[in-house]
């Protein structure tokens, strides 16, 4: 049982370069989502997704894209990486309606240089 | 405002000993629901408990329970016989059913357990 699969765990960038984290579910979830994790600032979301085809922007989009192709995946793009985007980053998924929780992957810590 | 507050960055604890951690929030939804997630040092993030706003019993989920004081928007959670696996980062989070269905996180708190 896979749950919520998010590479790479670590990376290190240089400033203005380019690189997707990947993250993909495997529990038929409509809703999915990127956070950032910064020390004392809980996580934020990035981007959201609730289904196919529809993406939203969260509270700190600026920096990063995402599309939605498949219900599985849900990847985060940087364009063009700066110091400011050194952070942990998760993924998330969940059902779509009701309440239920979300699942998290494992993280990747970024690192921009 | 802060959907989600969290007013306790760290809290020691005597091992065996319960504690409580403080979750406020901030809805105008009828309906919504509340979350504990447990960060390890590890890094991963780990389900705990869940609150409905419909419920009306306290959530417990072995020794963890959920405080729910719906009039005065708080959702705290109160672990029992700490251990030390208990160390931890804790979040609050909510989720509103009709706007969005985001998440919302808190700051966290940092738990230590002191043997």
């Known amino acids: 049982n896979a749950g919520v699969t998010q590479t790479p765990k670590f990376q290190v960038l240089k400033t203005g370069q380019s690189m997707t984290l990947q993250c993909a579910q495997d529990?038929?979830?409509?809703?999915m989502s990127w956070y950032r994790q910064d020390p004392g600032m809980g996580l934020r979301l990035i981007h959201y997704s609730v289904g196919a085809g529809i993406t939203d922007q969260g509270e700190v989009p600026n920096g990063y894209n995402v599309s939605r192709s498949t219900t599985e995946d849900f990847p985060l793009r940087l364009l063009s990486a700066a110091p400011s985007q050194t952070s942990v980053y998760f993924c998330?998924?969940?059902?779509?309606?009701?309440?239920?929780?979300?699942?998290f992957g494992q993280g990747t810590r970024l690192t921009v240089v | 405002a802060q959907k989600i507050t969290q007013t306790q960055p760290g809290m020691f604890v005597q091992e065996k000993e319960a504690v409580t951690l403080d979750c406020t929030y901030d809805?105008?939804?009828?309906?919504?629901?509340l979350f504990w997630y447990k960060q390890p040092s590890s890094g991963e993030m780990i389900f705990l408990i869940y609150?409905?706003?419909?419920?009306?019993q306290n959530a417990t989920e072995g020794r963890y329970s959920l405080n729910f004081q719906k009039a005065r928007k708080s959702a705290n959670l109160v672990i029992s016989a700490s251990q030390l696996g208990d160390s931890a980062m804790y979040f609050c989070a909510m989720r509103e059913e009709n706007t969005g269905n985001q998440f919302y996180f808190g700051t966290g708190t940092s738990l230590t357990v002191i043997p």
């Open positions: 998330a998924s969940s059902y779509g309606s009701g309440l239920s929780e979300a699942f």
């Open positions: 809805t105008s939804d009828q309906s919504y629901g």
């Open positions: 609150q409905g706003s419909y419920d009306e």
């Open positions: 529990m038929n979830h409509e809703y």
